[in-house]
C-alpha cells in the first residue's frame, strides 16, 4: 500500500484544471448568453418607454398642478378641516351609531343565516316529500298543513329581516348626514384633482418597483415578465411565401410602443405616435392595427424584431447613414419583403384601393396616378384600373390641317426646345441615339414617321377666321375666365395647371384661325375633345386668339428641322426586310418601292417602335397594343428580374423605377445593343415632386391577396360612386371645384394673387343634397351661370346622358339622397303666416346681396344668386339647413347666419313667437311660393 | 442562495428608490399652490412709447364710394376715405398695432368688454387689440343689414348676421392670433382688423403714429409693429427697469 500507484489513463490533476476551466468558459458564456438576451434591443426600448412614459407625465402631472385653482384648494382645505372639527363635537353620537350600526348587522346575519335560510330549505324538503307523497297516494293533509305554517313562519322572518334592515338603513343614513359635509368637500377635492390622480398612477405604474425588477429579472423573465413581444395577428391578410400562404404577423409594436397612443407626437423615434391616428393605426380609425396591421402598408418582415431584420428602408443617402450610425442598420438583403421608403408608403393604398378613382388622403399617390394617365405611361404600359381611358395626346387624324410639317419635325426631334413645360417625351437626342450613326437614323426615322403622318391624316380647314383682338384684354380674359384650371401658362406663377397642354410658346405652333375656331367650338376640329365651350363672345374670342398668338417662342421659330438622309433612310428599311427576304431579297423588295413607298414603310415601321399610337390616335393604329411591359404587379416582381446593365444602382425596385424616370436609356450604357433593338422608353423631363409622385404609384403596383371585404369601392354604392368619380377626373372637375373637400387647384391662384375666394369656383361639397336632380340635369346639359356676374364661370362640357347620370347619382349617393333623389315640396303658407314671412324676409334684407329675378345688386362684388331660382334648384331641407348655419356646409361662406349656433337665437323675436326652426321654415316656404308665382 | 441574495438587494434597492424623495400629496400642492401666488403675473410700473412713421413716398388717400347702399350713402358726404394706409403730414402712420411677441408672460382677460362698432358703414375701431377671453361686443348702429365674418384662422371664425340697428352680438377669442381680418359681405369696403393676446401690452397708433404701451413689468421685450398694408416689421427688443419709460420708434417703407 506504500505507494499507491494511479493507473488510470488521465492525469486527474490535469483534467481537474481543463475541467475548471472549460465550466468558467462555459459559465462565462451562459452568463453572456443571458445578458445578451436581456440587453436585447427591443427590450431596452421597452424599458426606456416606460422611462419615457414616466417622465412625460410627471410633466404632465406638474402642468396639471399648475392648472389647479388653488385659491378654490385652499379654501376647500380649509373647509375639511372646518369639517372635521366639526365632526369631533359629534363623537359621542357618531360612536353610537357606529355601535348600533354593529348590532344590526349582527342582528341581520343572524336573522339570515340562523332563521331564514333553514326554514327555506326545511320548505324545499318538505316540498319534495309532498310531491314524493302524492306520487305514492299517500295522505297528504298533514305535510300540506305543515309546510303552510313554514311558509306563514317564512313570510314573519322575511318582514323581520325587512325591518331590520330599513333600521340599518336609516343608521347608514344618520351616519352620512353627519359626515355629508366632510364627504362633500372630499369629493370636490377629489373632482378637482382628478387629472392629478390619474397622472400620479401612471408614474407609479411606469415606474420600476420591486414588482417590475422581480419579474422582468434576468432568468426569472420567461415566467411572467411585462417586458414582452408585442404583435398582432391578421388572418385576413395572409403573406405570400411562394408557395404557401401564412398568416401575417406584425410585431412593430414591440419597438414603436406609442405607435396608438396619443401624446407623442414629438417624441423620438421608434415611440413616436402614428402621424395619422385618426386614419390609421387607432382603435376607431378606418384602418385600426387588430384589422390592418402594420406590413400591409409599410412592408417589411413583420415578425422580426431587430432593427435591421425587419428590413428597414431609408428614405435616402442620408437617412441610410444617419441608420448605420444609430442603429448599425444594413441594407437588407434576402428577405421576402423590405419595407417601403417613407416617401412611397401612399402607394400601399393602391392594395384595397386600387379601383377607385382617387383615394384623397393619399395625395401623392392620387397624382402619380393622375400623371401616369395625362404623361401617357398608361399608354405603353398596361396597368389594371387604369385601362381604357382617353389618350394623353392630341388625336393626330386631322394633323394635316391642324399643324405644318416642320413644326412636327422640329417638335418631336426635341419638344423642350419648343416648351420646357410640355408633355411630349424626348425620344431623340438621349444618351443611347446620339452618337453620329444614331443621330442620322432617327433623323431618317422622324422624318418617315411625319410623312406617314401626314398620309394618313384626313383634310380639316378651320370655318372661321380670326377678328383682330387685344392682346392685353385676351391676357386678361384667359386669366380670368378659368382655361388656367386646365391649362398652364408661363405669364402667370401663381399657379400652373398640367391636365391639358402649357400654352406659353402656342402661338409657333398654331394658326390664328385654328386657335379661334378652336376656342369657339372644340369639337369642330376634334368631336371626342374633352376640351369645353366656354361660351365667349367672338370679341372676346378673339382677344384670347391675340392672346396667345403672341405667346411664341423665337429662337423655336428660327431653328432648321432636322435633315434625313435617304441612303440611311433605305438602310433602316433593309434591317426589317433582311429577317423576311435575306439580303439580296431585301435589296429587291427596296428597289421595287419608290421614294413614298419608303417613306411610308419606315415611317409605319418606326411608329410601331416607338409605340406613338400609346398617346395618339393615328390611322392604321386603331387597334394596336401599348408595346411597354405591364406594370399591374410591378412592385411586387424579383429584383433579380429587373435587368440593372452596368449601372452603379442600388438593386432595389425604388431605385430601378427612379433611375428609369430620370434617363430610361441609361440601362443601354456599356452595352453593345443594335441600333432598333435599344431602349425605347422616352425621357419624360419630370420634376422632382412629379417623379416622387409616380414612383410611389409603381411601387403600389403589387400583387397582395386582400379579401374582398377589405376592398374598397366594390361594396354598396361604391361601384355607383367610382363612375362618378371617373367622370369627375376625365374632366379635370377638380381644376376648379373642391370636391370631396379635394381638388379646387385654381384656388392657389386666388390665393397667392390675394383673391376673395369666395370669387372662386365653388365648393361641392354638399352638392347631392342642395340641388335638385332635374334642375342638375339641365344645368349640365345645357350651361348657365347661377352668379352671371363672376369672370370665372362653368364652362359648357359635351357630356354624354350616361355621363350627366354618372355625376348626379354620385353626388347624390355621396350626401346619401335616397333614390331616386327626386325632391317633393309641402310646405304652405297660411294668409297670416305669408303677412309674417314677407315683413320677416324684408327685416333680414335678404336682398341686400341675393339678385330677385331681373334685379341686379348696386354693388356686384357683394352679389349672391337669384332667389327666383330657389324653388327649382334647390332642395327644401337643404335651404333651411343653409340657413341655419352656412358655415357648416360651407367652410367661408358669405352668407351669414341670422340664427348663430348653438344659442338659436332669432335677430327677428317677433315673428313666429322668436320660433327660429319656424321662422326658417317659412322663409323656405316662401322663396318656393314666389319662384312658382313668378 | 446566489439568486436570493440578488433578490434581496433588488428588493432593498428598489424599495429605496421608491421611498425616496417621495412628496405626500399634500406637501406637493401646497409646494405648488405657495409658488403658484408668487408667479401670478402682475402688471408693472415701466412703459414703451414711440413712433411708428412711413418712409418714402406717402401714398395719397384713397376714395371710394358707398353709394350703394342709401343707408350708408345717406350718412356720408361724397366718397369716403380709404383707411388701409393713413399718415398725417409727417408721414407718421394711424391705425397700427404695437405688441410684444416675446417677454411677456400671461395675463387674466379683463372684465371691461371691447366694443366694434358698425356705424356708417365703416367699422370702428379699424383696429384694435383684444385679450385671449376678453368679451368684445360687436354692435350694429346702422339702419341697415351688417354681417361680421371674422376670418380667423387659429380662432374659430364665425360670420354672424345684424339686420336690426343697436343689435348687439357678443364674442370672445380663445387663442392668441394676429392679425384677424373681420369683413362685411354686404358691404365690400368694410373690413377690419383685430389682435388677440394673451398679455395687456399692446397699444394701436393715433392720429399722429404714437402708441404707449403701460404697466410692463421689469424685463427684456420683444414687439413688433402691424399695418394692414405693410404686414409685420422687424422686431425690436426693449429691456426695461421698474418705472423707467423707454422709446422704441418703427418705420415701414412705403412701396414706390
Known amino acids: 500500500m506504500a505507494d499507491f500507484k494511479d493507473e488510470r489513463a488521465y492525469d486527474s490533476k490535469t483534467l481537474t484544471k481543463v475541467f475548471l476551466w472549460s465550466s468558467l468558459v462555459l459559465l462565462i458564456c451562459i452568463i453572456w448568453m443571458i445578458w445578451k438576451d436581456y440587453n436585447r434591443p427591443w427590450k431596452n426600448y421597452q424599458r426606456q418607454f416606460m422611462q419615457l412614459q414616466r417622465s412625460m407625465a410627471v410633466d404632465q402631472k406638474t ?102 334592515q330599513q333600521q340599518r338603513d336609516q343608521v347608514t343614513k344618520d ?29 407609479d405604474k411606469n415606474s420600476f418597483g420591486f414588482v417590475f425588477y422581480v419579474r422582468n429579472a434576468m432568468l426569472l423573465d420567461f415566467l411572467s415578465p411585462t417586458i414582452q413581444i408585442q404583435q398582432v395577428v391578421l388572418k385576413n391578410l395572409p403573406e405570400d411565401l411562394y408557395f404557401a400562404k401564412t398568416m401575417r404577423v406584425d410585431r412593430c409594436m414591440t419597438c414603436h410602443q406609442a405607435i396608438d397612443k396619443k401624446g407623442f407626437e414629438n417624441a423620438p423615434e421608434p415611440f413616436r405616435t402614428h402621424p395619422h391616428l385618426d386614419l390609421y393605426v387607432g382603435p376607431t380609425s378606418q384602418h385600426p392595427m387588430d384589422k390592418v396591421g402594420c406590413t400591409i402598408c409599410h412592408g417589411g418582415m413583420g415578425q422580426a424584431i431587430d432593427f435591421t431584420t425587419c428590413a428597414h428602408v431609408p428614405n435616402d443617402e442620408e437617412q441610410a447613414k444617419l441608420w448605420k450610425e444609430k442603429y448599425g442598420w444594413e441594407a437588407p438583403e434576402g428577405v ?45 404600359h398596361k396597368v389594371k384600373n387604369l385601362e381604357g381611358l382617353t389618350k394623353a395626346g392630341p388625336s393626330l387624324i386631322r394633323v394635316k390641317g391642324k399643324l405644318k410639317e416642320e413644326f412636327v419635325e422640329k417638335w418631336v426631334w426635341d419638344p423642350k426646345s419648343y416648351n420646357a413645360a410640355a408633355r411630349m417625351p424626348s425620344f431623340f437626342q438621349q444618351t443611347n441615339n446620339s452618337d453620329d450613326e444614331a443621330l442620322a437614323k432617327t433623323k431618317a426615322e422622324l422624318h418617315s414617321i411625319v410623312q406617314y403622318l401626314y398620309e394618313h391624316s384626313a383634310n380639316y380647314a378651320p370655318n372661321e377666321n380670326a377678328p383682330a383682338g387685344s392682346i392685353a384684354n385676351g391676357k386678361k380674359v384667359f386669366k380670368e375666365i378659368g382655361c388656367l384650371a386646365c391649362h398652364g401658362i408661363d405669364d402667370v406663377t401663381s399657379h400652373h395647371a398640367d391636365f391639358a397642354p402649357d400654352l406659353s410658346a402656342i402661338g409657333s405652333k398654331l394658326s390664328a384661325a385654328f386657335v379661334y375656331t378652336w376656342i369657339k367650338n372644340p369639337r369642330h376640329f376634334n368631336p371626342d375633345t374633352r376640351m369645353p365651350v366656354l361660351r365667349l363672345t367672338n370679341q372676346e374670342a378673339a382677344d384670347v386668339t391675340a392672346y396667345l398668338m403672341s405667346k411664341k417662342n423665337k429662337t423655336f421659330d428660327e431653328m432648321s428641322a432636322p435633315q434625313a438622309d435617304p441612303a440611311v433612310r433605305d438602310d433602316l428599311i433593309q434591317t426589317y426586310l433582311k429577317p423576311l427576304y435575306g439580303i439580296d431579297g431585301a435589296k429587291t423588295q427596296l428597289a421595287q418601292m419608290d421614294d413614298k413607298a419608303r417613306e411610308q414603310y419606315l415611317g409605319q415601321k418606326s411608329l410601331s417602335k416607338y409605340g406613338c399610337f400609346g398617346c395618339h390616335m393615328i390611322q392604321g393604329f386603331e387597334t394596336a397594343q401599348g408595346i411597354g411591359t405591364e406594370l399591374s404587379d410591378w412592385g411586387t416582381k424579383q429584383v433579380g428580374q429587373l435587368d440593372f446593365g452596368t449601372t452603379d444602382l442600388e438593386h432595389t425596385h425604388e431605385a430601378f423605377v427612379n433611375a428609369k424616370l430620370e434617363n430610361p436609356r441609361q440601362f443601354d450604357k456599356d ?129 354624354s346622358d350616361e355621363d350627366i347620370s354618372n355625376v348626379i347619382t354620385y353626388f347624390n349617393l355621396k350626401d346619401d339622397q335616397v333614390y331616386p333623389f327626386t325632391t317633393i315640396v309641402t ?60 358655415e357648416a356646409l360651407m367652410p367661408g361662406a358669405r352668407m351669414p347666419s341670422f340664427w348663430p349656433q348653438p344659442d338659436d337665437k332669432s335677430p327677428v323675436p317677433h315673428y313666429f313667437h322668436g320660433d327660429s326652426e319656424k321662422q326658417r321654415e317659412a322663409l323656405r316656404d316662401y322663396l318656393f311660393m314666389l319662384g312658382k308665382a313668378n | 442562495m446566489e439568486l436570493k441574495k440578488i433578490l434581496t438587494l433588488l428588493a432593498v434597492a428598489a ?123 360687436i354692435v350694429n348702429d346702422d339702419p341697415t343689414l351688417h354681417n361680421v365674418h371674422c376670418m380667423a384662422v387659429t380662432n374659430d371664425s364665425f360670420n354672424v348676421g345684424m339686420p336690426n340697428q343697436g343689435m348687439v352680438t357678443e364674442k370672445k377669442f380663445t387663442k ?63 429691456a426695461v427697469k421698474d418705472g423707467e419709460a423707454k422709446s422704441v420708434n418703427f418705420t415701414f417703407a412705403a412701396a414706390n
Not at chain 1, 175 to 202: C, E, F, G, P, Q
Not at chain 1, 855 to 879: M, Y
Not at chain 2, 83 to 112: F, H, Q
Not at chain 2, 191 to 213: E, M, Q
Request: a negative charge; proline letters at 5%.
Open chain 1, 63 to 164: 402642468e396639471a398642478i399648475s392648472d389647479i385653482d388653488f385659491v378654490k384648494y385652499k379654501q376647500l382645505r380649509l373647509d375639511l378641516a372646518q369639517a372635521n372639527n366639526d365632526l369631533k363635537s359629534h363623537e359621542d353620537e357618531i360612536d353610537k351609531l357606529n355601535d348600533q350600526a354593529a348590532k344590526l348587522d349582527n342582528q341581520i346575519f343572524k336573522a339570515k343565516t340562523v332563521n331564514y335560510q333553514p326554514l327555506k330549505a326545511q320548505i324545499d324538503a318538505d316540498k319534495y316529500s309532498y310531491a314524493e307523497a302524492n306520487k305514492d297516494g299517500k295522505d297528504t293533509t298533514k305535510l300540506n298543513t305543515k309546510i303552510q305554517s313554514e311558509i306563514d313562519q317564512a313570510g314573519a322572518y322575511t318582514q323581520q329581516l325587512f325591518d331590520l
Open chain 1, 175 to 203: 351616519l352620512a348626514d353627519i359626515n355629508s359635509k366632510r364627504d362633500d368637500v372630499n369629493a370636490n377635492i377629489n373632482k378637482m384633482l382628478a387629472d392629478y390622480h390619474l397622472l400620479k398612477a401612471k408614474i
Open chain 1, 336 to 380: 421576402q419583403s423590405t419595407m417601403l421608403p417613407l416617401k412611397y408608403t401612399e402607394g400601399s393604398c393602391l392594395k384595397c384601393h386600387g379601383t377607385q378613382e382617387f383615394i384623397n388622403n393619399a395625395p401623392k399617390l392620387d397624382r402619380g396616378r393622375e400623371l401616369m394617365v395625362t404623361r401617357g405611361c398608361v399608354g405603353c
Open chain 1, 671 to 799: 452595352k453593345s445593343v443594335a441600333f432598333q433593338d435599344r431602349l425605347k422608353m422616352p425621357n419624360f423631363r419630370l420634376n422632382p415632386e412629379d417623379k416622387e409622385a409616380i414612383v410611389t404609384a409603381v411601387l403600389g403596383l403589387t400583387k397582395t391577396y386582400v379579401p374582398d371585404d377589405m376592398i374598397a369601392g366594390i361594396h354598396g354604392n361604391g361601384p355607383l360612386l367610382e363612375k362618378g368619380r371617373r367622370v369627375i377626373a376625365n374632366f379635370n372637375c377638380r381644376g376648379c371645384h373642391l370636391i370631396e373637400d379635394q381638388g379646387g387647384r385654381i384656388r392657389e391662384m386666388y390665393e397667392k394673387e390675394n383673391i376673395d375666394l369666395s370669387l372662386a369656383p365653388p365648393n361641392l361639397r354638399k352638392e347631392g343634397s342642395k340641388i335638385q336632380v332635374e334642375w342638375f340635369h339641365d344645368f349640365l346639359l345645357n350651361v348657365h351661370p347661377i352668379r352671371p356676374w363672376l369672370h370665372i364661370h362653368m364652362p359648357s362640357f359635351h357630356w
Open chain 1, 827 to 886: 310646405g304652405q303658407l297660411s294668409a297670416n303666416e305669408l303677412t309674417q314671412t314677407k315683413a320677416m324676409f324684408a327685416k333680414l334684407q335678404c336682398q341686400k346681396c341675393h339678385i330677385f329675378g331681373t334685379a341686379v345688386p348696386a354693388d356686384l362684388s357683394t352679389a349672391a344668386p337669384d332667389l327666383l331660382q330657389v324653388h327649382s334648384r334647390l332642395k327644401p331641407d337643404w335651404v333651411v339647413q343653409w340657413l341655419m348655419n352656412p
Open chain 2, 15 to 137: 424599495l429605496l428608490t421608491a421611498g425616496c424623495g417621495q412628496k405626500s400629496e399634500d406637501e406637493e400642492l401646497m409646494e405648488a399652490a405657495n409658488g403658484a401666488a408668487k408667479t401670478a403675473a402682475v402688471l408693472g410700473t415701466a412703459s414703451v412709447s414711440g413712433t411708428v412713421s412711413l418712409t418714402g413716398k406717402v401714398p395719397g388717400t384713397a376714395l371710394f364710394s358707398v353709394d350703394a347702399d342709401p343707408v350708408c350713402k345717406a350718412q356720408h358726404t361724397g366718397m369716403v376715405k380709404d383707411e388701409t394706409v393713413i399718415t398725417d403730414a409727417k408721414g407718421d402712420l394711424k391705425n397700427v398695432m404695437v405688441y410684444v411677441t416675446d417677454g411677456a408672460g400671461s395675463y387674466p382677460a379683463p372684465s371691461a368688454s371691447v366694443s366694434l362698432n358698425q356705424k356708417g358703414c365703416m367699422y370702428s375701431p379699424h383696429v384694435f387689440g383684444i385679450q385671449v377671453g376678453q368679451a368684445l361686443e
Open chain 2, 176 to 238: 392668441a392670433e394676429a392679425p384677424v381680418k373681420f369683413k362685411c359681405d354686404v358691404h365690400g369696403w368694410m373690413h377690419c382688423f383685430a389682435g388677440v393676446f394673451t398679455n395687456p401690452f399692446y397699444a394701436v397708433t393715433g392720429d399722429d403714429g404714437s402708441f404707449k404701451i403701460n404697466g410692463l413689468p421689469a424685463g427684456n421685450y420683444t414687439l413688433v409693429a402691424w399695418q394692414e398694408q405693410y404686414g409685420v416689421s422687424a422686431p425690436q427688443t426693449v
